[in-house]
């Protein structure tokens, strides 16, 4: 729901949400839903 986005990390070791469900505050949209996967992808990166 915009405005009220959910985060990218979960409780659940290796389980993300992405999509236009979490994106960081000041985006929207498809911009925002492929900034949330950018920030899934930097967690990934730095944990190997
Ligand atoms: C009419 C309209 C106009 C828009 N215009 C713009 C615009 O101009 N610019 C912009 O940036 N954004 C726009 N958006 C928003 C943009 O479309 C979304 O932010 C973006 O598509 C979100 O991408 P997503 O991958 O998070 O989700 P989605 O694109 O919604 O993808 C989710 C996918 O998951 C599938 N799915 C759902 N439940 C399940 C399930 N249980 N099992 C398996 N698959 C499932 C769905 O079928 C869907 O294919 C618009 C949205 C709408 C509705």
């Known amino acids: 729901m915009p405005g009220?986005?959910?985060?990218?990390r979960?409780?659940?070791?290796g389980l993300f949400n992405v999509g236009d469900a979490s994106?960081?505050?000041?985006?929207a949209g498809s911009m925002?839903?492929?900034?949330?996967?950018?920030?899934v992808w930097d967690d990934l990166r730095t944990a190997v």
């Open 10 to 13: 979960t409780p659940v070791k």
């Open 32 to 39: 925002g839903a492929a900034t949330s996967a950018v920030l």
């Open 4 to 8: 009220s986005p959910v985060p990218h």
């Open 23 to 27: 994106y960081p505050r000041g985006f």
